[in-house]
């Protein structure tokens, strides 16, 4: 059963670059797209975008203007430009499925929260 | 953007009881709506895909169904591990959108 982990920085100031990123536990990073999802407290769980084995991309047009994706060796990034305090939230990663056109997550990773302040 | 609602937002059952979920679009989805379990703590999982389909290894306590804007997730017998957040989520249209969740808790 992959898993997938993210990391990166808790605290971000506003106006700074938001990057993360998820390692996968398996070689299916060629075979899959790779997405990332968060979750502000108390609000609904929002689809930022997601990156195939490819490279190419697809992002929320909510936040297109400040999403860039990455794939790296068992591995992948999301960095997220000009953040503010509504950017805090949870940030999961998760795996698309092979079923599905690949827009179903199966698995998450856990989830790191990441707080914007000054 | 295809709004998801999901009611009730909290439903409180006891063990052994049927629960019912239920989760409508704005606009068709077809059957492009799939089901996730979230316990506290951890990751959400994928339990219902494509409406009526369970994931790998999902019990068959749970199933799903509906078609068009309205849908339903009834868990037949409420086990322990059950009692968590439960979200919708369609493919049918980009962005991809989330319902705001129903939390079933113990009654």
């Known amino acids: 059963q992959v898993q997938l982990q993210e990391s990166g920085p808790g605290l971000v100031k506003p106006s700074e670059t938001l990057s993360l990123t998820c390692s996968v536990s398996?070689?299916?990073?060629?075979?899959?797209?790779w997405n990332w999802i968060r979750q502000p407290a108390d609000k609904k769980l929002e689809w930022i975008g997601r990156i195939h084995a490819s490279g190419t991309t697809d992002f929320n047009p909510s936040l297109h203007s400040r999403v860039t994706m990455s794939l790296g060796t068992s591995k992948f990034s999301l960095q997220l430009a000009s953040v503010t305090a509504a950017d805090t939230a949870v940030y999961y990663c998760a795996r698309g499925t092979t079923f599905g056109a690949g827009n179903w997550f199966d698995p998450w990773g856990q989830g790191t929260l990441v707080i914007v302040s000054s | 953007e295809i709004v998801l609602t999901q009611s009730p937002a909290t439903l409180s059952l006891s063990p052994g009881e049927r629960a019912t979920l239920s989760c409508r679009a704005s606009?068709?989805?077809?059957?492009?709506l799939a089901w996730y379990l979230q316990k506290p703590g951890q990751a959400p999982r994928l339990l219902i895909y494509d409406a009526s389909n369970r994931a790998t290894a999902v019990p068959a306590r749970f199933s799903g169904s509906g078609s068009g804007t309205d849908f339903t997730l009834t868990i037949s017998s409420l086990e322990p591990e059950d009692f968590a957040v439960y979200y919708c989520q369609q493919r049918k249209d980009w962005p991809l959108t989330f319902g705001g969740g129903t939390k079933v808790e113990i009654k």
């Open positions: 398996d070689g299916s990073i060629t075979t899959h797209y």
């Open positions: 606009q068709s989805v077809n059957t492009y």
